[in-house]
């Protein structure tokens, strides 16, 4: 069987611009295999709104994170890119980040160079660390994975804080320190896109938040741009965030769902979306007598 981390290489590698749907537990993760796709984003953001009820400001730990990885590791069989925000610290702990990421279940890790708390890269204020900084953690990443095929994602944060050029040029020489893929975060036109994708050698990844800087281009054009993925990191998020605020302000309201039942999964949808035929097949196998 091919590893996890194997075909995600060769996703980033296709250069497709492979749609990767965000999913911040199981269930999302679960819905995101069922229709298909090739892979899966844990996306910290989402796991900070959905488990903390917090911004994506930094507030998430590594033990947090892996435990969101190995769960939803468990729960599908397709490729896991993570996001590991900073790394959780400097190079050693980028040693640690790693190991635990990986034995976790992760097939690929996206590390920014964000200057610790960070922020979510559509989020104003932002700063970015001294490129060796960066650099380093990059280097140690490369060093610990014992999957040599094991992405590791570099991205960096500095086209809003220096400038597309010095972003670009950034993502660069993190290549060069042995990121197999780069991540300019939140260029704000087509134009950057491209030239991003002209400019740099590896696979790239764009990043499309809905209300966010970075314009949709579809899959079609991130293709012909050459990408390699497109995350819509918290695309379900967004959407059951508005389902769940519809039908609890009616049932409040109404005090009953039947205005709402038409944006409700009935039960059968969702005893099957969490494999419970599979569970209920154990049941009977391990029945005692």
Same mark, same amino acid.
């Given at each position: 069987?091919?590893?996890?981390?194997?075909?995600?290489? $060769?996703?980033?590698?296709?250069?497709?611009?492979?749609?990767?749907?965000?999913?911040? +537990?199981?269930? !999302?993760?679960?819905?995101?295999?069922?229709?298909?796709?090739?892979?899966?984003?844990?996306?910290? @953001?989402?796991?900070? +709104?959905?488990?903390?009820?917090?911004?994506?400001?930094?507030?998430?730990?590594?033990?947090?994170?892996?435990?969101?990885?190995?769960?939803?590791?468990?729960?599908?069989?397709?490729?896991?890119?993570?996001?590991? &925000?900073?790394?959780?610290g400097n190079a050693v702990n980028m040693v640690r980040?790693?190991?635990?990421?990986?034995?976790?279940?992760?097939?690929?890790? #996206?590390?920014?160079?964000?200057? !610790?708390?960070?922020?979510?890269?559509?989020?104003?204020? /932002?700063?970015?660390?001294?490129?060796?900084?960066?650099?380093?953690?990059?280097?140690?990443?490369? &060093? $610990?994975?014992?999957?040599?095929?094991? #992405?590791?994602?570099?991205?960096?944060?500095?086209?809003?804080?220096?400038?597309?050029?010095?972003?670009?040029?950034?993502?660069?020489?993190?290549?060069?320190?042995?990121? &197999?893929?780069?991540?300019?975060?939140?260029?704000?036109?087509?134009?950057?896109? @491209?030239?991003?994708?002209?400019?740099?050698?590896?696979? #790239?990844?764009? +990043?499309?938040?809905?209300?966010?800087?970075?314009?949709?281009?579809?899959?079609?054009?991130? @293709?012909?741009?050459?990408?390699?993925?497109?995350?819509?990191?918290?695309?379900?998020?967004?959407?059951?965030? /508005?389902?769940?605020?519809?039908?609890?302000?009616?049932?409040?309201?109404?005090?009953?769902?039947?205005?709402?039942?038409?944006?409700?999964?009935?039960?059968?949808?969702? #005893?099957?979306?969490?494999?419970?035929?599979? !569970?209920?097949?154990?049941?009977?196998?391990?029945?005692?007598?």
């Amino acid at each position: 069987m091919t590893r996890p981390t194997t075909i995600l290489k $060769t996703i980033f590698s296709r250069r497709e611009g492979t749609i990767l749907p965000g999913a911040a +537990n199981g269930l !999302f993760a679960r819905i995101i295999e069922d229709l298909g796709y090739e892979a899966v984003y844990v996306t910290g @953001a989402g796991v900070a +709104n959905m488990y903390l009820g917090a911004p994506d400001i930094g507030l998430t730990t590594l033990t947090e994170i892996a435990s969101h990885v190995a769960a939803i590791s468990d729960a599908v069989a397709v490729p896991l890119l993570v996001d590991a &925000d900073t790394g959780f610290g400097n190079a050693v702990n980028m040693v640690r980040t790693v190991k635990v990421l990986e034995r976790a279940g992760a097939a690929g890790l #996206q590390i920014e160079d964000q200057v !610790f708390p960070k922020k979510c890269g559509h989020f104003d204020g /932002k700063e970015v660390v001294p490129l060796e900084e960066m650099l380093a953690k990059i280097k140690a990443a490369v &060093d $610990t994975r014992k999957d040599s095929d094991l #992405q590791i994602v570099a991205r960096t944060d500095a086209r809003a804080v220096l400038g597309l050029s010095a972003a670009i040029d950034r993502a660069g020489a993190m290549i060069e320190a042995g990121a &197999d893929v780069t991540f300019v975060e939140a260029p704000t036109s087509a134009e950057e896109l @491209a030239q991003i994708a002209k400019s740099l050698i590896v696979p #790239q990844v764009a +990043n499309i938040v809905f209300g966010g800087r970075t314009p949709e281009l579809g899959r079609q054009k991130f @293709a012909e741009l050459g990408f390699g993925c497109v995350l819509y990191a918290n695309a379900a998020l967004q959407a059951a965030l /508005k389902a769940s605020h519809d039908v609890l302000k009616a049932l409040k309201q109404e005090g009953a769902l039947a205005s709402v039942a038409d944006h409700l999964a009935d039960f059968a949808v969702r #005893q099957q979306t969490v494999s419970k035929p599979k !569970f209920d097949e154990l049941e009977r196998r391990y029945r005692g007598g």
